[in-house]
């Protein structure tokens, strides 16, 4: 069987301005001690293996070392309470790399799962702003980034990222994050949006 997922996901991270293992491909190290991240991902369609994951919403929290690259990374799954057995089941399967695609490639460096813990999600997507809710654990905004009068955003592109190869530069508005043991909070932090289509 197959799966296919696509939708928006948008990212915050305890670096200052533009996180430099993104722009690096995880070879550059973190402006903090720690690269202190959350992912998160709107689903606008998708299917596991029969099961419809279409309208839910999920996010990754990890703690990597410094240069993301090394591995040893902690990670957890925070799911939309929406979500069914079923589905939770079908998405943390694709989460843990067990049915390939993009989620794969992380395997090799995490070095600690930390579970799933569902919370309510209130997904928010507004012209250049998205923000996420999961109840007391997570709510960051973002804001896309434009520079003078120029009409397409700021853009990364030809990144390494299991997101996309191209991302928005869209730093936090409002960061508070506080799940696993991850917390981290504050406005003006690291930031980027896309689309997303993963398949497997």
Same mark, same amino acid.
């Given at each position: 069987?197959?799966?296919? =997922? ?19 491909? =995880? ?28 309208? =839910?919403?999920? #996010? ?53 799962? #930390? ?47 299991? #997101? ?14 506080? #799940? ?21």
């Amino acid at each position: 069987m197959t799966w296919t =997922l696509e939708g928006t996901y948008f990212e915050n991270c305890s670096c200052d301005t533009i996180c430099p293992c993104t722009w690096s491909g =995880l070879t550059a190290p973190a402006t903090h001690d720690r690269c202190l991240a959350m992912l998160a991902f709107h689903v606008d369609s998708g299917d596991i293996e029969g099961v419809d994951v279409g309208g =839910l919403t999920f #996010a990754l929290v990890v703690d990597s070392p410094p240069v993301m690259s090394d591995g040893g990374w902690k990670l957890g799954v925070v799911m939309d309470s929406a979500a069914s057995d079923k589905q939770a089941s079908a998405l943390g399967r694709v989460l843990g790399g067990e049915l390939g695609g993009p989620p794969a490639m992380l395997g090799p460096l995490i070095g600690e799962m #930390a579970g799933i813990e569902k919370a309510p999600a209130e997904w928010r997507q507004s012209g250049a702003e998205i923000s996420v809710r999961f109840g007391d654990l997570i709510d960051v905004a973002v804001k896309t980034q434009f520079s003078g009068h120029i009409s397409e955003p700021v853009q990364l592109v030809n990144v390494f990222h299991p #997101a996309n190869s191209t991302l928005t530069v869209s730093p936090a508005t409002r960061s508070k994050v506080d #799940a696993f043991g991850v917390r981290f909070d504050g406005a003006g932090t690291s930031g980027f949006c896309a689309p997303y289509s993963w398949s497997g």
